[in-house]
């Protein structure tokens, strides 16, 4: 049972334009959220974070919105580059445990020239 | 300045080796854990640890132990490696309560053969 969902395996964005990586969620338990973001043979790297309590955190060009009525968070990368082309991972803390992360499956991003 | 650090980037074992795959935080974390990356399926909790000598086990223990001595070193060990453990192995840790988040070794890219 998924918990943390991407439903978007991969997707393709022009230089300059905006991206946007979605991701959804089934507890209402998760208090915080977070973004990964992995190169090929590197680990994951953290990069942005929003807890529960609020709707947005914004972070130079990457924002996340967070959306508790519909239990859905969006990373909106603005104005993206080649360099974001990477695979993002959603990421969800369960209120009360002892950090434990649930990660969704990831989307590969690819950001044309 | 590398915080989580992973013995080894690229390992080739042949099936049925005893196989360890090291981690050193220096950190300070609580918390470590084993997670294996895998085309379509993200990351996969294998094992993880609050403390010292206590280990409980992830989404996907089988074929894997773990081993806890000192805090701030968790080791992975493939009892008989077989060729469906090829994967990426990624090592992480993190603090109790506060902020959330883990942080990520380079990982250990293991190839059975």
């Known amino acids: 049972d998924q918990q943390v969902k991407q439903n978007s395996p991969s997707l393709s964005v022009q230089e300059g334009r905006i991206s946007i990586l979605n991701c959804d969620y089934t507890?209402?338990?998760?208090?915080?959220f977070l973004w990964y973001k992995k190169y090929p043979a590197e680990g994951p790297t953290f990069l942005i974070s929003?807890?529960?309590?609020?709707d947005k955190n914004e972070d130079g060009r990457f924002t996340v919105f967070l959306n508790k009525s519909a239990k859905h968070l969006s990373l909106h990368i603005v104005p993206s580059q080649p360099g974001d082309s990477a695979v993002y991972f959603c990421?969800?803390?369960?209120?009360?445990?002892?950090?434990?992360?649930?990660f969704g499956k990831g989307t590969k991003l690819s950001v044309k020239p | 300045d590398v915080k989580v650090t992973q013995s080894s980037r690229y390992l080739v074992k042949r099936t049925g080796e005893k196989v360890f795959l090291e981690c050193v935080q220096d950190?300070?974390?609580?918390?470590m854990f084993w997670y294996r990356q895998d085309p379509g399926l993200g990351l996969r909790l294998i094992y993880f640890?609050?403390?010292?000598?206590?280990?409980e086990k992830g989404d996907i223990p089988e074929g894997y132990s773990v081993s806890r001595e000192k805090k701030e070193r968790f080791s992975l060990i493939l009892e008989s490696a077989s060729t469906n453990q090829t994967s990426m192995y990624l090592c992480?840790?993190?603090?109790?309560?506060?902020?959330?988040?883990?942080?990520f070794g380079s990982g250990t890219r293991l190839t059975v053969v």
């Open positions: 992480a840790s993190s603090e109790t309560g506060g902020k959330a988040g883990y942080t």
């Open positions: 507890n209402s338990m998760f208090d915080y």
């Open positions: 929003i807890s529960s309590i609020k």
């Open positions: 990421a969800a803390r369960r209120w009360g445990s002892q950090g434990n992360l649930i």
């Open positions: 950190m300070d974390h609580e918390n």
């Open positions: 640890s609050y403390d010292v000598k206590m280990k």
